[in-house]
């Protein structure tokens, strides 16, 4: 089903028992901050709170903290064998979105404009110990391409620097650095409109990461099923969606750059000190009563790891698909960050069949820095069983690719350069002409559910002794 707006899926994860309300006293340094990574680690509720300090505003964090959630806001099955096939079948279909009149945008309920604009209003968030202040983390940036005039949602970092100024950080190689540097070029600002609160639709579809002049709001039509309602922003020539909580309107200030960093990031550790596009900020729109939302990175797994996982994922099963349509299953892994390590199980039909694979996968705009190629009888979601894959399919010698330093858009500290790295594929599949030497021992009725229910039984009565 499509939510219309964040409003609706909240109170879905209310009846699912999914939404923990907390009425204490909280802040926003660090504290909200310090409650989401530890539901992120419990696999817990997302979290609402509404007594936050200095503020009449209440916090949403941890909404995209489990893969349930992000599954049941696209409303996708739990089977994870079969659930990147669904999700890529959606993300597909590319639905038009709809422009609304005012009388059907609650977010313009509230506008601020002029000396009106202060983004001290709003309950931004620091998340880590070191982190260089606030930053905006679940805000959507919606822009136009000056080449095509196609509209890109992408979500990026904010730092806080003033009542009317913000960083923010696209870095070359994404698409709204793009369209800033294309602006530039010819002296011009780029127009951006930052939605928080959306429906949680947009913020996944955000993460699709198409070619640049691909709408991802019509992409977020064809994942929810019916067209994004949009409606025209009060001071940019930019078009956001009628029933986000909050819309920050602005505009880049051409060949203005301030420090953004250190922040807390996706691989777990912190970013260095890099320059970022200001942006002036000229419009405040809202809900009367209206939510911020955070969304906490860091160490996996967090929000902004299930966020990504599907479209990363999406965007290396289209790749691999290309080359071999046996796919079996396809994980990008928790300790790889979602972005950086793969696993694939195919049925092979080619002795290198692999090494194109992981040559494909490698290379693409994703930033794999890992590719293991197993067969299809390994459960690629089970690490031990693709361990021992690597350890009893695999000589080094023979079965490891080495590619040499090469872009990567991703974010790794042990990086040669920014945005680059080496990569390795292992080749993890036996040999087409002897699989059988290679199969796993196995015991006949070792499967049998009376054995495993009988033991489970005795477990059960020991831990309640």
Known sequence: MAYNDLREFLEELKKRNDLMVIDRKVSTKHEIAAFSRKTSDLNGPALLFTNVEGYDMPVLAGLYGSRERVHLALGLGEDRKNVIKEYVAHENVFIQPELVGEDEAPVHEVVLTGDDVDLYKLPILTNFEKDLGPYITAGVQIAKDPVTGQRNASMHRMLLLDKNHMTCFAPKGRNLGTIVQRNEDNGNGTEIATVIGGDPIIAIASQCRPALGTDELGMAGGLRGEAVKLVKCKTIDVEVPATAEIVIEGRTIPGVREDDGPFGE????????????????????????????????????????????????????????????????????????????????????????????????????????????????????????????????????????????????????????????????????????????????????????????????????????
């Not at 479209?311 to 698909?321: L, Q, S, V």
């Not at 699989?435 to 039984?457: H, L």
Request: proline share 8%; net charge negative; glycine share 4%.
């Open 266 to 465: 996706y691989p777990g550790t912190y970013s260095e000190i890099r320059k970022a596009p200001v942006v002036e900020i000229t419009a405040i729109t809202m809900r009367r009563d209206a939510i911020f939302q955070n969304a906490l990175t860091g160490m996996p797994m967090t929000e902004n790891h299930w966020l990504m996982d599907l479209a990363a994922t999406a965007i290396a099963y289209r790749e691999a698909y290309k080359i071999c349509p046996d796919i079996k299953d396809i994980c990008m892994t928790p300790g790889g960050t979602s972005r950086h390590h793969l696993v694939i199980s195919i049925k092979k039909r080619h002795p290198y069949e692999p090494r194109n694979i992981m040559a494909a996968l490698l290379a693409a705009n994703i930033g794999i820095k890992l590719c293991v190629v197993v067969d299809d009888d390994i459960d690629v979601h089970d690490m031990k069983q693709v361990e021992w894959a690597i350890n009893t399919r695999m000589q080094p010698e023979h079965d490891v690719l080495i590619l040499p330093t090469m872009y990567s858009p991703t974010l790794d500290p042990s990086a040669p350069y920014a945005r680059a790295s080496s990569k390795m594929g292992i080749d993890a599949t036996a040999p087409l002409e002897d699989r059988e030497a290679f199969k796993p021992v196995y015991t006949p009725g070792q499967d049998e559910p009376y054995i495993e229910e009988m033991i489970r039984n005795f477990m059960k009565e020991r831990e309640s002794k």
